[in-house]
């Protein structure tokens, strides 16, 4: 079955504390992959995107992320956040032939303290 | 911005009832697909529209349907409301070529069934 795993529901990071947000997946065809970013009632913005090429892929906002394919993983990072980073985090895998949706995982809620 | 537009914003509708939200994609954009974000939940695909004709749909029944017009604007129907329609509704247009493929969400029209 296609699915996204993401084991954390709710994490909270003091702000300029490093984060790291899991995302597994589970997918019969090549995968795309992406990280989306959910503000309360907003619309999802793209953070950054795996298609092919080096695994370790940069983004908006100071994010990158790093597909790990023998691990079925794709998680997410950010080496110092801000207040602002605070927001629900999506995970997707979705496939290039057309026809096909983007999987989301059920998302984590990032928290920033001061 | 993602230069995807959906209206309206918040809709109120009474179980029974049909609605019709309705998106505006990025010029160009040759595909669109619907989702449902319940409370708490990921997005989920409802149906995929590509030149017009529908090209995938997920587990939704037949109430939920849709039109993708040249002007690369879009509806998504609901007939027959029921309680458990209640969501956040998103559209995402694309352009599928080449080697990219990604999607860009609008701000979504969130849908109250009472």
């Known amino acids: 079955a296609q699915s996204v795993t993401q084991p954390d529901i709710h994490i909270t990071v003091s702000e300029g504390a490093s984060l790291e947000l899991r995302c597994n997946y589970s997918?019969?065809?090549?995968?795309?992959l992406f990280w989306y970013v959910q503000s309360p009632g907003q619309g999802l913005q793209l953070l950054l995107k795996y298609f092919s090429g080096d695994t370790l892929v940069q983004g908006i906002k100071g994010f990158e992320a790093e597909f790990k394919r023998s691990q079925s993983s794709f998680n997410l990072r950010k080496p110092s956040v801000h207040w602002s980073d605070a927001a629900e985090y999506f995970c997707?895998?979705?496939?290039?032939?057309?026809?096909?949706?983007?999987?989301f995982g059920k998302g984590t809620t990032l928290s920033v303290s001061s | 911005e993602t230069g995807v537009t959906q209206s309206p914003t918040h809709l109120i509708k009474t179980r029974g009832q049909q609605v019709t939200l309705r998106c505006s994609s990025q010029s160009g954009h040759n595909t669109v697909s619907w989702y449902q974000q319940a409370l708490g939940q990921g997005p989920q695909f409802i149906f995929q529209?590509?030149?017009?004709?529908?090209?995938g749909r997920g587990n939704f029944p037949p109430r939920f349907s849709g039109l993708q017009f040249p002007n690369y604007s879009s509806e998504l129907n609901v007939n027959a409301l029921e309680l458990d329609d209640s969501a956040l509704y998103l559209c995402a247009s694309r352009l599928t070529s080449g080697s990219s493929d990604t999607q860009y969400f609008g701000p979504g029209t969130r849908l109250t069934v009472l």
């Open positions: 997707a895998v979705g496939a290039r032939q057309a026809g096909t949706a983007l999987i």
């Open positions: 529209y590509y030149r017009e004709e529908e090209n």
């Open positions: 997918y019969g065809a090549t995968p795309y």
